[in-house]
Nanobody, 125 residues
């Protein structure tokens, strides 16, 4: 399984970025997907997640109202639209899929099985 994030970069505070996560999973449309991030010196934390159908989304309180997760099952891609970015959003962002279909959407990294290599997001003040 190949998972590849893209779209990271350097942006000023208040700006926007859209991250993409493409996967080679043949059963892409049956998996829940999550976004996580890890800042230097900190543990990886949950950002948000989306159910297999796209009908359910969950967000960490720190990004609620600013970030939006969506998916295109036809393109086998998950997106993370990030608006009103803050310096504290600076981190490596990872997307991940839960292996089994029909499970509850996970909010903890150990509930996810397939991971990308991450993409760096840096927000300058």
């Amino acid at each position: 399984v190949r998972v590849v994030e893209s779209g990271g970069g350097l942006v000023q505070a208040g700006g926007s970025l859209r991250l993409s996560c493409a996967a080679s999973l043949l059963t892409f449309s049956t998996h829940n997907w999550g976004w996580f991030r890890q800042a230097p010196g900190k543990e990886r934390e949950f950002v948000g997640a989306i159910s297999w159908s796209g009908g359910l989304t969950y967000y960490a309180d720190s990004v609620k109202g600013r970030f939006t997760i969506s998916r295109d099952n036809g393109e086998k891609t998950v997106y993370l639209q990030m608006n009103s970015l803050r310096p504290e959003d600076t981190a490596v962002y990872y997307c991940a899929a839960q292996k089994f279909a029909g499970v509850a959407v996970g909010k903890v990294d150990n509930e996810y099985d397939y991971w990308g290599q991450g993409t760096q997001v840096t927000v300058s003040s």
